[in-house]
């Protein structure tokens, strides 16, 4: 289909492309600042109205994965770093490497095929019941997990040969009950930091997983907007990412200093 001079005209009149470029960004700008970021080249539907559904569908799977994450490796690095050295640390050390070393997309696949073509446990794709989330979860999981036992674990480490356990132990606390009192809170300072990291990279980052297991989130949408080359859509779907990625951010700082050693040692 070809279209004349005056059609393609009439067209840039309706998306404003016939404006100076610094005159359709501070419109842009001062549209987005209220939240609005315009309209949809493929539906014509305003921008939020298709990124709403699926960011709170991106966050109930991300938090749902990084809630599993950190419930499974807080004391799995706690107890590696309290039995360093010994055989089990060490298995457990080479089976995080490995979650690290797997791409999702492989792991995706195989699950798939054992849990819902297999065994028929799981639905392989789809959305809308508790049992659609838990093979992209198991998927998303292994490798936070991985970073965060290890990091968890290194700096549990420190805790436990830090001068203020010791004193905890010289009083008659057990290891077990010193860490708890003592390590824990000055021990998973790193983990909030990293936790707000893998919260913004699994929120734009789980693209593929949600295309595999036909999860209608924000990385399918970022995916629809490139094939469709639906500008507006996509860029609306990256200022909201960077904008909860910003947030995030800052409340793990505020958390971090929070569980300051300093800051814990004077409220002691």
């Known amino acids: 289909m070809v279209m004349d001079d ?46 709403m559904p699926a960011l709170s569908t991106s966050l109930i799977v991300i938090s749902i994965t990084l809630a599993t994450a950190v419930a499974i490796s807080l004391p799995l690095s706690i107890y590696m770093a309290i039995n360093r050295g010994n055989a089990i640390d060490t298995a457990l050390t080479m089976i995080t490497q490995c979650f690290i070393a797997i791409p999702e997309y492989w792991v995706a696949p195989v699950l798939m095929l054992t849990f819902s073509l297999y065994l028929g446990l799981l639905p392989a794709a789809g959305w809308g019941d508790p049992s659609n989330m838990i093979l992209p979860v198991a998927v998303l999981c292994l490798r936070p997990l991985a970073y965060f036992t290890h990091v968890t674990r290194a700096s549990m480490i420190d805790v436990l040969e830090s001068p203020y356990i010791l004193a905890a132990r010289a009083r008659g606390l057990t290891l077990v009950s010193a860490v708890i009192r003592h390590g824990i809170r000055n021990g998973i300072g790193p983990l909030v930091t990293l936790f707000g990291i893998w919260f913004g990279g699994l929120l734009a980052g789980a693209v593929l997983i949600e295309v595999i297991f036909a999860i209608p989130g924000m990385g399918r949408l970022i995916y629809s907007s490139v094939i469709n080359r639906d500008t507006p859509l996509l860029q609306g779907s990256i200022v909201v990412l960077v904008t909860i990625q910003i947030l995030v951010n800052t409340v793990c700082d505020l958390i971090h200093a929070l569980l300051n050693p300093g800051s814990a040692a004077r409220h002691d």
């Not at 067209?11 to 492309?17: A, P």
């Not at 359709?24 to 001062?30: A, N």
């Open 6 to 51: 005056a059609a393609i005209a009439a067209l840039r009149e309706t998306f404003g492309l016939d404006r100076p470029i610094y005159q359709q960004y501070f419109d842009w700008l001062r549209n987005a600042v209220v939240g609005d970021l315009g309209y949809s080249h493929a539906t014509r539907l305003p921008v939020m109205t298709q990124i």
